[in-house]
T-cell receptor, first 113, second 115 residues
Framework: AQSVTQLDSHVSVSEGTPVLLRCNYS??????LFWYVQHPNKGLQLLLK??????LVKGINGFEAEFKKSETSFHLTKPSAHMSDAAEYFC???????????FGTGTRLLVSP | DGGITQSPKYLFRKEGQNVTLSCEQN?????MYWYRQDPGQGLRLIYY???????QKGDIAEGYSVSREKKESFPLTVTSAQKNPTAFYLC??????????????FGQGTRLTVV
């Protein structure tokens, strides 16, 4: 069965410094992978998705993620954090043939001035 | 604007009562989903539906029920059998039957509190 592990429950950065949110997945098929962002008491917004095309995926708001099959990882990065990036981020996996999304437990990103 | 509308935003329920959470989408999506979110646990799937008049249990379906009489609507009923219903509930939809290569779109959520 597919699963996702987000390695950090909280990540703190200063505004203007790089962001790294780590995600490892387990899947018995070639997976589709997603990163979603959630601001407090809001729904989830898609940041980016990987669907077996280019391994480096660019998303909205300057975020990108690299699919590394050998490491079963899909880490999310951004070169320079902005205060508005403070939110919870979810790494998500969906396999072809499976009809549901499996969520990680989330990483809360804190951005200080 | 196309999207997913959940109502109400906040809901209070007395113990022993059933309550129904509304989810409507105008994206013409085939699939719809209900998730429950608790602090530190991510999102867990309650029920999902790939087509009208059909739905499947997710990982935590006990104490919940759904219907899918129309393509655009997927209401969730939290019954008195649900022992710990206080949570944030999120509805989602996706194009086509299944999530291969396509993403889910989420509503803004309903926060249910048992008083």
């Amino acid at each position: 069965a597919q699963s996702v592990t987000q390695l950090d429950s909280h990540v703190s950065v200063s505004e203007g410094t790089p962001v790294l949110l780590r995600c490892n997945y387990s899947s018995s098929y070639s997976p589709s992978l997603f990163w979603y962002v959630q601001h407090p008491n809001k729904g989830l917004q898609l940041l980016l998705k990987y669907t077996s095309a280019a391994t480096l995926v660019k998303g909205i708001n300057g975020f990108e993620a690299e699919f590394k099959k050998s490491e079963t990882s899909f880490h999310l990065t951004k070169p320079s954090a902005h205060m508005s990036d403070a939110a919870e981020y979810f790494c998500v996996v969906s396999d072809p043939g499976f009809q549901k999304l499996v969520f990680g437990t989330g990483t809360r990103l804190l951005v200080s001035p | 604007d196309g999207g997913i509308t959940q109502s109400p935003k906040y809901l209070f329920r007395k113990e022993g009562q059933n309550v129904t959470l509304s989810c409507e989408q105008n994206l013409n999506h085939d699939a719809m989903y209900w998730y429950r979110q608790d602090p530190g646990q991510g999102l867990r799937l309650i029920y999902y539906s790939q087509i009208v008049n059909d739905f499947q249990k997710g990982d935590i379906a006990e104490g919940y029920s759904v219907s899918r009489e129309k393509k655009e609507s997927f209401p969730l009923t939290v019954t008195s059998a649900q022992k710990n219903p206080t949570a944030f509930y999120l509805c989602a939809s996706s194009k086509g039957q299944g999530l291969s290569g396509t993403e889910a779109f989420f509503g803004q959520g309903t926060r249910l509190t048992v008083v």
